[in-house]
C-alpha cells in the first residue's frame, strides 16, 4: 500500500475529504471525488464514508484504490 500525507495550512483546523483527496493527487477533480465517495469506495479511518463533505483532522488516515492518506497538522 503506497503512503501519503497532506499537510493542513497552519491557519486551517481541518481539510475536507473531497478536498484532500485532490491535494493528494488521488482525483483531479472535486465531482470525481464525489462519485467515488458517494460509491463507498473511500474509507475513513478504516470505515467506508460517503460524505464528501467529511472533515479531516491531524491523524486521520484515508484510504483509496490501495493508497493510504495521513492527515497532518
Known amino acids: 500500500m503506497e503512503n501519503i500525507t497532506v499537510n493542513l495550512r497552519e491557519s486551517d483546523e481541518f481539510i ?3 478536498q484532500a483527496m485532490k491535494k493528494a493527487g488521488l482525483e483531479e477533480s472535486g465531482v470525481d471525488a464525489k462519485v467515488d465517495i458517494q460509491n463507498g469506495l473511500v474509507k475513513v479511518n478504516g470505515e467506508v464514508e460517503t460524505r ?5 483532522y491531524d491523524g486521520d488516515i484515508v484510504e483509496y484504490e490501495n493508497v493510504q ?5
Open 52 to 56: 464528501r463533505g467529511r472533515k479531516l
Open 69 to 73: 492518506v495521513q492527515i497532518k497538522k
Open 16 to 18: 475536507k475529504l473531497g
